[in-house]
């Protein structure tokens, strides 16, 4: 039996390699989910990769890995992880563990990037690796 580990990705990342590289990089998301896809194989786990720029796709995803009975969610909410209590209030209401990850350090950037809604309903959060952060969630979510 396969698990599935939905990995959901918020405004603006489908932009990433171009976005900003000096904070972001240069791994687009189709290089990040190839890399996932790799390790996932041999764990068993099959990738639900996804992306959205409307807050209310990553609500009913979230619903849906649980509804989906997923092993757990990773998610980089991009700008909406420090202003969507939607997002906080999905990740409470669902018993699947979600994974928070950002690709910066939002501790070490300004100020109003330093509170993460997401990362309050979240298991835990894993930031300021590079794109290499959503491989150290696929392998926290392994061991659960």
């Known amino acids: 039996m396969t698990d599935t580990v939905f990995v959901l990705n918020g405004p ?3 932009l990433l390699g171009v976005r900003e590289p000096e904070i972001y990089g240069a791994e687009t998301l189709d290089d990040i989910a190839s890399r996932l896809e790799d390790r996932a ?3 068993g786990i099959e990738i639900e990769m996804r992306q959205s720029n409307h807050e209310g796709h990553l609500v009913d995803w979230l619903h ?3 509804a989906d009975g ?4 990773i998610v980089n909410a991009g700008a909406l992880t420090h ?3 939607a997002l906080y209030d999905a990740i409470r209401s669902i018993k699947t563990p979600v994974i928070e990850v950002h690709i910066s350090n939002p501790a070490a950037r300004e100020a109003y990037r330093h509170k993460s809604y997401v990362g309050m309903a979240a298991l835990g959060s894993i930031a300021g690796f590079g794109a290499f952060g959503y ?3 696929l392998d926290a979510a392994a061991k659960l």
């Open 12 to 14: 603006n990342l489908n």
């Open 135 to 137: 491989e150290l969630a």
């Open 70 to 73: 997923a092993k757990a969610v």
């Open 41 to 43: 194989r041999p764990l």
């Open 83 to 85: 202003t969507s209590l």
């Open 64 to 66: 849906e890995a649980q």
